[in-house]
T-cell receptor, first 115, second 116 residues
Framework: EAGVAQSPRYKIIEKRQSVAFWCNPISGHATLYWYQQILGQGPKLLIQFQNNGVVDDSQLPKDRFSAERLKGVDSTLKIQPAKLEDSAVYLC?????????????FGPGTRLTVL | AQKVTQAQTEISVVEKEDVTLDCVYETRDTTYYLFWYKQPPSGELVFLIRRNSFDEQNEISGRYSWNFQKSTSSFNFTITASQVVDSAVYFCALSETKTSGSRLTFGEGTQLTVNP
């Protein structure tokens, strides 16, 4: 079974530029998550989708971050404009559902460096 | 608010030593789940174990074992006879109930280095 796919793996941009990340979850997984992991810290949830609807975006900096999951499968996360403090690994995860017990399967992440 | 604390930032052991990773959590929920994930240098988080708040039975799986104590809000993880391949960052996480679905709150992680 194919895992969660993410691209690109690495991205270097200058501050104030825009960047987009792509995620393809495990087939059949209704719930998709985007996390931000700053170096030396645990992942922090940015946004959670159930199919193509947003169920939690309370920790998403909406002035610069946006995400969509059209058709309830692939998802993109965009940052516009980027700031230095956005340098982090962006992890995508998926699970069968959004229940308490559902384990999440993670992709390899996209390492973003903002100069 | 939910919180997960992993007090050990880094642990270094020699191969074949046993090592215990500590995890303490805070929650007001009566029903919750605890998880351990491993993040090797490749970066991908790998699920290790899940335990619900009503099941305090400790578990052993090969060289791994978990000790869940609700009275002390702890969910510790032990690797017996550690190997170099165990070197990774280990995260403890707590699943909390929200209005819609659930949210996973991670600790800061413990960097484990196993030296040959």
């Amino acid at each position: 079974e194919a895992g969660v796919a993410q691209s690109p793996r690495y991205k270097i941009i200058e501050k104030r530029q825009s960047v987009a990340f792509w995620c393809n979850p495990i087939s059949g997984h209704a719930t998709l998550y985007w996390y931000q992991q700053i170096l030396g810290q645990g992942p922090k949830l940015l946004i959670q989708f159930q199919n193509n609807g947003v169920v939690d975006d309370s920790q998403l900096p909406k002035d610069r971050f946006s995400a969509e999951r059209l058709k309830g499968v692939d998802s993109t996360l965009k940052i516009q404009p980027a700031k230095l403090e956005d340098s982090a690994v962006y992890l995508c995860a998926s699970s069968l559902g959004g229940a308490l017990y559902n384990e999440q399967f993670f992709g390899p992440g996209t390492r973003l460096t903002v100069l | 608010a939910q919180k997960v604390t992993q007090a050990q930032t880094e642990i270094s052991v020699v191969e074949k030593e046993d090592v215990t990773l500590d995890c303490v959590y805070e929650t007001r929920d009566t029903t919750y789940y605890l998880f351990w994930y491993k993040q090797p240098p490749s970066g991908e988080l790998v699920f290790l174990i899940r335990r619900n708040s009503f099941d305090e039975q400790n578990e052993i799986s090969g060289r791994y074992s978990w000790n869940f104590q609700k009275s002390t809000s702890s969910f510790n993880f032990t690797i017996t006879a550690s190997q170099v391949v165990d070197s990774a960052v280990y995260f403890c996480a707590l699943s909390e109930t929200k209005t819609s679905g659930s949210r996973l709150t991670f600790g800061e992680g413990t960097q484990l280095t196993v030296n040959p």
